[in-house]
Structure formats: structure tokens, C-alpha cells
């Protein structure tokens, strides 16, 4: 009998073979590759996408003030508003990055930042997934992998934390695979992390969750659950090592306590309105897991549920899901023996000179990528326009503007009302603002009184501009298809007391 069954396995593997052989797939591979991993990334990186948020202004200008001062600041150096007040820089890594990348080529030199971020968490996923995985299931997945985050495109500090969160969790799924605990070099990637961007937190989540299917797999072995607990107690001190200490470690948990994160995009929850592609997506996921109906550990179940639940409550999130699906998913669906197919990556030689190949394509790609010019759309994201049209004489005055505004104010040497660092400006500040914003006339002449505004810079469409054009003591002096500004009448040439003589005054707070 057990003979019968030998032959039985040796037939099934006979008939498999042609399908699994490494020639087979490496036309297709290399397709995948080329496609996936360096040529989508840089049509992604394009002008409609790397400027089209406010924030990329002023995270750029944090990038300038750290390489001229030596420094990460610890208070707000930008808003008249807000003078003095701490400021925990958290994502300062990412912003001299950016700021290295403008300098040298402009947008261009942001696409290609962002281009590159892109090609490093494909990489990843490309080489993690290779082996387990046929080239149908890696083009689905690079898809919808895409298809999710293209609306988070865009030159700011969460998409250099990508390739973090993939590489670490590849990683981890790596050394669980083949029952060994991670070595403790490793939690160099979270210190890196924690001084790029804050949702290093996710890299705690997911070495939680696969330690557990490690030591459950290990049957609760005492020695495999001390390795695993060092090496999360290595990770969790190489985060603290970052340019704000403490600070810089709790404030992710920080931001997510505000009460006025409603208010801002990124932070709504995912609903089939403002996000249907991620919905469409989850349908057609969960109806190919009913189908092949696969087998999970349950750390990785519990990593999967909780990502969701994260992404269904913020936006944001969406992007960590996805990320985690993407590695563990596919695997589980594909068909069996891709394994089988040996060294899909050929001899040493061989692996060597592909690498070779792919890295100078890369720097070809990339390199195209800085040398043609970007110049974005004109729109609140840029505002070069309104910009242009404040008078000298109003430049140093305060200003009340839109949230969206304040980061391409700051990046033109104009101190913001308000800009897009909610959280140092808390939840008090933002309340009022959002009143403001929604044409409550009372509560913006008591901020005129209290800030000295002297002129407004509003979007089109805003609710108090037609307070402002009503007034008799404002008066629009420029307004195109972007916003407009109002300059309070008989205040064009007086100056902005100081912060010393604000401190003075009852009314500036």
C-alpha cells in the first residue's frame, strides 16, 4: 500500500512538472518585474500625485530648518500662532530627505524619492513572494496592491515607511518559517523607522502577531519564547532611540487620542463613498478565500482582522492592510509546488548578476525620473498664484488662512494661521478654526482681536468668504480659481507685534 502511494505521488509530480518547471515561469517573472517593480513606480510618482497635498510643503520646509539650524526642533518654529510651543518632529528623518531631494532637482527630484519607495516596497514583495506564489497570483496582487494605495501617493514621510513595514514583516515571516527567532540586527530596521515616520507602531503589531504562531508552533518551548521576547525588547529600545526620545515614541499615540481627527481627511472612516475601489477590493478577497477556503495561523489571522479594523476605521490605514494581506495572502491561495521549482533565481552567479541588472535599471529609471522636469497643477496643494499676489507689505502681517494653505505658506517664509500639524496645535485651536471655516462670523472676529489678522487667504467655496466680501471692514484684493484673499481695510501697512509683545497682551493667549 504504501508502495501504491509512493508511485501515486512520483505520477502527480511527473504530470505537475512541466507546469512548475523555473523556465516556465521566467519569461513571466521577468515580465512582472520589469512592469510591477520599475516601470509602475515611476508612472506613479507623476505630477498629479506627488504635490497634491498642502502638507508636502511643510514638511519640506521642516527638511530645510533641520539642515540650517543642525537640529530637530522641539518647538514650533513656523506658525505665528502658535510661537514657543513644543513640536515633537517626529518624522525628520523623511523631511531632510525630501528637502535633499527638492534642493538637488526640484519635483522631479521628489518623484523620484517617492518613485524609489515605491520600487523598494515592490522589490520586497516581488522576492518574498516569488517563491510561493505563480505569476498570476503576483500580477493580482501587485493590482490590487496598487489600486489601494494609489490614492496615498504622494511626496510625504508615510510612503518612505512603506518599505519599512514590508521588509520587517517579510523578515519576521521569513525566520518564523523556518522556526528560527530573528536576529537581534534586525531591530535596526524600527530604529530607522521611528525617525522616518510614526506608524513604526504597526511593526510591534506584527512581530506580536508572529511570535505567537512562532512559540505555538514551538508548542510554548520556553527558550523560543525568550528569543522572541530579547528581540522585541531590542526593537522596542531601538525605537526610543530617535531625535525626540519619549516623545517621539508615544506621539502616534497621541495623535490618535485628538478629538478633532474627524475633521481631517486621512482620518474619516473608510466608507464605500469616499473609498469604493478598497471595498470592491475586500468583496473580491474575501470571495477567493471562501472559495480556496485556506488554512491561517492565528497570529496571522488576528494581524489580518486587526489591520482591517484599523483600516475601516481611519483611511490611512488602508495602506498597512493591504501591505500585510499582500504577504500573506497569496501564498495561501496559490497552487502547490511552486517551492518545488528549485532555485528560481538560478546559481549564486546567476542571482548575482540578476541583482546586478535590476539595480541598474533602477538607477536608469529613477534617474529618467529627476532629469524631466514636474511642474504641478495649480491648486490649494500649490498655490503659486495666490502666493504671488500677497503684497510685500502683507507677508510678515498675520494671516488667517485654510488648513490646506498653511504648508505652502510656510514654504514661501509666510508664518500660517494654521497648518497641517493638528496635533500640535490640539484639539481647542482646531475646533475654533473649523468654526471659522464653516462661516461662524463670531468666532472668527474674536480670532481678528485676538492674532491681529490683517489678511485672510480662504479656498474657493469657503464658507465665510461671503461674510468677508459683505463687511465693510474686509476687501478681496485677489481671487482666482484656487482661493482668495481679503486684506482688512486701513491694516495693509501696520506690522505684527512681536512674540515678546504678544506675551504681553491678555488677548494673544
Not at 531591530?187 to 512559540?215: E, K, P, Q, R
Not at 481631517?264 to 473609498?275: G, L
Not at 497569496?330 to 517551492?339: D, H, I, Q, V, W
Amino acid at each position: 500500500m504504501a508502495d501504491d502511494h509512493a508511485v501515486a505521488r512520483s505520477a502527480e509530480r511527473a504530470i505537475r512538472a512541466p507546469l512548475i518547471r523555473p523556465e516556465r515561469y521566467g519569461f513571466f517573472d521577468k515580465l512582472i518585474f520589469a512592469v510591477f517593480v520599475l516601470a509602475v513606480p515611476v508612472f506613479l510618482a507623476s505630477p498629479w500625485t506627488v504635490f497634491r497635498d498642502g502638507d508636502v510643503s511643510w514638511h519640506l520646509a521642516a527638511g530645510r530648518w533641520i539642515l540650517e539650524h543642525g537640529r530637530v526642533p522641539s518647538t514650533d518654529p513656523f506658525s505665528f500662532t502658535m510661537p514657543g510651543k513644543p513640536w515633537v518632529a517626529h518624522e525628520w528623518g523623511a523631511e531632510v530627505l525630501f528637502w535633499v531631494a527638492y534642493r538637488a532637482a526640484g519635483f522631479a527630484g521628489l518623484a523620484a524619492t517617492v518613485a524609489a519607495a515605491l520600487m523598494g516596497l515592490a522589490a520586497v514583495l516581488f522576492v518574498y513572494l516569488r517563491p510561493k506564489a505563480g505569476p498570476v497570483a503576483l500580477l493580482v496582487t501587485f493590482v490590487v496592491t496598487y489600486a489601494v494605495l494609489m490614492p496615498f501617493i504622494m511626496a510625504r514621510p508615510h510612503v518612505l515607511a512603506w518599505p519599512f513595514l514590508v521588509a520587517w514583516s517579510a523578515f519576521l515571516f521569513h525566520y518564523r518559517d523556518r522556526g528560527r527567532s530573528p536576529p537581534l540586527t534586525l531591530a535596526l530596521l524600527m530604529f530607522l523607522w521611528a525617525n522616518v515616520h510614526g506608524s513604526y507602531f504597526a511593526g510591534f503589531i506584527v512581530a506580536g502577531a508572529t511570535a505567537l504562531d512562532a512559540v505555538v508552533s514551538a508548542k510554548w518551548d520556553r527558550k523560543i519564547i525568550g528569543r522572541w521576547f530579547l528581540f522585541g525588547m531590542v526593537s522596542l529600545a531601538a525605537t526610543l532611540l530617535n531625535a525626540n526620545g519619549i516623545a517621539g515614541f508615544l506621539h502616534p499615540f497621541s495623535i490618535s487620542s485628538m478629538e478633532t481627527l474627524p475633521g481631517i481627511a486621512e482620518w474619516h472612516p473608510s466608507t464605500s463613498t469616499n473609498t469604493p475601489i478598497f471595498f470592491v477590493i475586500l468583496i473580491i478577497m474575501l470571495g477567493a478565500l471562501l472559495l480556496k477556503r485556506p488554512t491561517f495561523r492565528v497570529g496571522e489571522l488576528c494581524l489580518l482582522l486587526l489591520t482591517l479594523a484599523m483600516a475601516l476605521i481611519h483611511v490611512r490605514h488602508q495602506s498597512v492592510f493591504i501591505i500585510l494581506a499582500a504577504l500573506i495572502i497569496p501564498p495561501k491561495l496559490a497552487s502547490p509546488g511552486r517551492e518545488e521549482a528549485g532555485n528560481l533565481f538560478g546559481t549564486a552567479k546567476e542571482a548575482r548578476a540578476s541583482i546586478a541588472a535590476a539595480a541598474v535599471a533602477a538607477a536608469l529609471m529613477l534617474g529618467s525620473r529627476t532629469m524631466i522636469p514636474i511642474s504641478p497643477k495649480e491648486t490649494f496643494a500649490n498655490p503659486r498664484g495666490l502666493i504671488a499676489h500677497v503684497p510685500t507689505e502683507l507677508r510678515s502681517q498675520p494671516v488667517l488662512n485654510e488648513y490646506s494653505l498653511g504648508g505652502p505658506l510656510i514654504l514661501a517664509g509666510i508664518r500660517p494661521f494654521i497648518d497641517g500639524r493638528a496635533d500640535m496645535y490640539g484639539d481647542d485651536f482646531f475646533k475654533d478654526y473649523m468654526k471659522i471655516v464653516d462661516g461662524d462670523v463670531p468666532t472668527f472676529e474674536a480670532a481678528v482681536r485676538k492674532y491681529g489678522i490683517s489678511w485672510t487667504m480662504l479656498q474657493t467655496g469657503n464658507r465665510l468668504l461671503p461674510a468677508l466680501d459683505a463687511s465693510r471692514e474686509w476687501r478681496r484684493i485677489y481671487s482666482d480659481s484656487v482661493g482668495v484673499i481679503h486684506v482688512r481695510r486701513g491694516r495693509s501697512g501696520q506690522q505684527p507685534p512681536s512674540c515678546d509683545e504678544h506675551a504681553k497682551r491678555e488677548d494673544c493667549g
